[in-house]
């Protein structure tokens, strides 16, 4: 692909007509075609970014890293192997349809609802692998090599963006949104959301009760839109099978070589955690309702992972058959999630909310979601769950092994969790196959960026201490 149309994708060929030959009428209308349709579909743009967010939901890389999962057949991602995937797509794909709807400008509520999306896709690329394009991003034909911003600056200009939409809808009408069926008050409640995720996400960086990342975090909790507090409003993307499918379900058909990783199903296990029952299924078959806990071994060869899940064949399946049907939800925010995020930031002091009271809501809407027994008063007092005073001695370990608990299977989430609390303590692949054996903090840039992109490129790489490395640790990891 041209270096042109990397991060702009179709946006030039919308200004096209603008600029170049002074009237393409001259041509003739002979290959007009009456009936084909000259203006985006904002309602079907906006369908299929929904259904394109299943994917982000589901980052089975960083679901290795994080040792939700572990592999079999093929452990190359589990042993670190040097992964260069190219982020331009998410350009091309997704961004570019959702930044169509805003240039179409149909409806003010419609073009909120695609900038808190985009600020959703964003978020997931930069912790995948730092600073990206951003600000010169998805603008046509006029910025064919657009510069790479810090993650600090793309980090602000999300959060600007998602408290500029969560204030500005009005009565417009929302179309072709599948998942809360063009309810604004839900979609201020989102914005508000990922304001809470992407603050809390900075702790490492700004950990002070008075520092920006607490600033927006607060200011994001009082915003009359509220956030989310109750399973029912949960962001969840519901795949419209045939044409769109549960990721999970399309990672078990006609396959089977990954599954629930040891380190998981230890956790589970020593905790007593009645979620263990939902995580992991006994069989690759959709449906199936048998349960396993069984855990493929984190980390080993492609013989020794092999030679187990042969053994053992019911080693447990990323969640129950029945969980990971063809159109089963996938969970993009949950109330569990906001509420122990809420729970970590009194711990910090940034807020004075009651740690205790969100804490034990948060576990409890997690094992709610899951359709399991609430959590009962032993498993809450078990010394690897509970938490004390704010500040306490194992306040972080315990809320930040509930968080990973509760993003099960979002591999994006865990991910991110580990590398910034580095709780759960995980023990790097035995059989890792990069040079430091440690687990990867970041994606490495792909070579293709050197071809289309190099000035830029090789500035973003200058910033990253040791180069553009896996091990390079991102802005808010430092």
């Known amino acids: 692909m041209k270096k042109k149309f990397i991060y702009t994708s179709l946006i030039g060929l919308l200004l096209a007509g603008s600029i170049g030959c002074k009237k393409i009428e001259d041509f003739g209308i002979a290959n007009d075609n009456p009936a084909a349709t000259t203006t985006p579909r904002v309602d079907a743009l906006l369908t299929n970014s929904i259904q394109n967010l299943r994917g982000y939901t589901f980052f089975v890389t960083g679901g290795y890293y994080a040792q939700y999962f572990s592999q079999s057949q ?112 839900s979609w201020k409640r989102v914005a508000n959301s990922l304001r809470l995720v992407m603050s809390i996400q900075l702790s490492k960086k700004y950990p002070g009760a008075s520092d920006y990342a607490a600033t927006q975090f607060k200011a994001a909790l009082a915003d009359a839109g509220g956030v989310i507090i109750t399973n029912a409003q949960n962001m969840t993307i519901i795949p419209a099978a045939p044409n769109f499918r549960n990721v999970i379900w399309d990672g078990y058909n006609g396959r089977k070589d990954y599954g629930e990783s040891k380190t998981m199903t230890d956790l589970t296990g020593s905790l007593a955690d009645a979620r263990q029952a939902v995580f992991g299924g006994a069989s690759e078959q959709q449906g199936n309702t048998a349960t396993s806990s069984v855990g493929i071994p984190y980390g080993g060869d492609k013989g020794t992972t092999e ?50 009271s969100l804490y034990v809501q948060g576990i409890t809407l997690s094992h709610e979601q899951w359709g399991v027994s609430a959590p009962s008063a032993t498993y809450l007092a078990n010394a690897n769950v509970a938490v004390g005073a704010v500040g306490a001695v194992n306040n972080v370990r315990n809320i930040s092994t509930q968080r990973y608990l509760a993003s099960y299977p979002d591999g994006q989430q865990g991910w991110n969790i580990w590398r910034k609390t580095g709780f759960p303590t995980l023990v790097p692949a035995s059989a890792a196959v990069n040079s430091s054996k440690q687990i990867p903090r970041r994606l490495a840039y792909s070579a293709t960026e050197q071809t289309t992109n190099k000035a830029n490129n090789d500035a973003a790489i200058a910033r990253l201490t040791g180069g553009n490395t896996q091990d390079a640790r991102m802005w808010w990891d430092q």
């Open 307 to 356: 030679g187990f899940t042969n053994n053992n064949p019911t080693w447990a399946r990323v969640l129950r058959g029945d969980k990971r049907d063809q159109s089963s939800p996938m969970y993009v925010i949950t109330a569990s999630q906001i509420a122990l995020i809420r729970a970590e930031a009194a711990n910090l002091g940034w807020t004075t909310e009651s740690l205790s």
């Open 74 to 185: 093929y452990p190359d991602a589990m042993l670190y192997a040097l992964n260069q995937d190219g982020f331009t797509g998410n350009y091309s794909g997704i961004l570019y349809d959702l930044e169509n709807i805003q240039l179409v400008n149909s409806s003010n509520n419609q073009n909120q609802v695609a900038k808190i999306l985009q600020q959703y896709v964003y978020f997931q690329l930069t912790n995948r692998w730092g600073d990206l394009p951003y600000s010169q991003a998805l603008k046509g034909i006029t910025v064919n090599a657009p510069a790479y911003d810090t993650q600090e600056a793309i980090y602000k200009g999300m959060l600007a963006a998602l408290t500029t939409a969560a204030t500005s809808f009005d009565g417009s009408a929302i179309t072709g949104d599948v998942i809360y069926n063009g309810d604004v008050a």
